[in-house]
Nanobody
Framework: QVQLVESGGTLVQPGGSLKLSCAAS????????MEWYRQAPGKQRELVAG???????NYADSVKGRFTISRDNAKNMLYLQMNSLNLEDTAVYLC??????????WGQGTQVTVSS
């Protein structure tokens, strides 16, 4: 079992930056693929960024060049650095850990609101 707790979400102005954190507990995350998803009101949950156990990253086209995902296995942490935020980035951001077909864990999410 892995418990995930996101933090760092807040209200930010367009063009601003924010760093989200996801603290994992219960088991070490080093073998897990870690991902950030987001869900805006009335929209489907979408993958924002992912990082494999080996450090390979992938990003949604909408955030490439603006967001950076990183992990610190020693601290059991996942991060998402978000720059040049725009109104369309407003959503609940959720941390996800997966390994194989049977290990799949979600955090509760943290709200990011981009507004002037």
């Amino acid at each position: 079992q892995v418990q995930l707790v996101e933090s760092g979400g807040t209200l930010v102005q367009p063009g601003g930056s924010l760093k989200l954190s996801c603290a994992a507990s219960g088991n070490n995350i080093d073998i897990y693929t870690m991902e950030w998803y987001r869900q805006a009101p009335g929209k489907q949950r979408e993958l924002v960024a992912g990082i494999s156990s080996g450090g390979i990253t992938n990003y949604a086209d909408s955030v490439k060049g603006r967001f950076t995902i990183s992990r610190d296995n020693a601290k059991n942490m996942l991060y998402l650095q978000m720059n040049s935020l725009n109104l369309e980035d407003t959503a609940v951001y959720l941390c996800h850990a997966s390994f194989g077909l049977t290990r799949d864990y979600w955090g509760q999410g943290t709200q990011v609101t981009v507004s002037s």
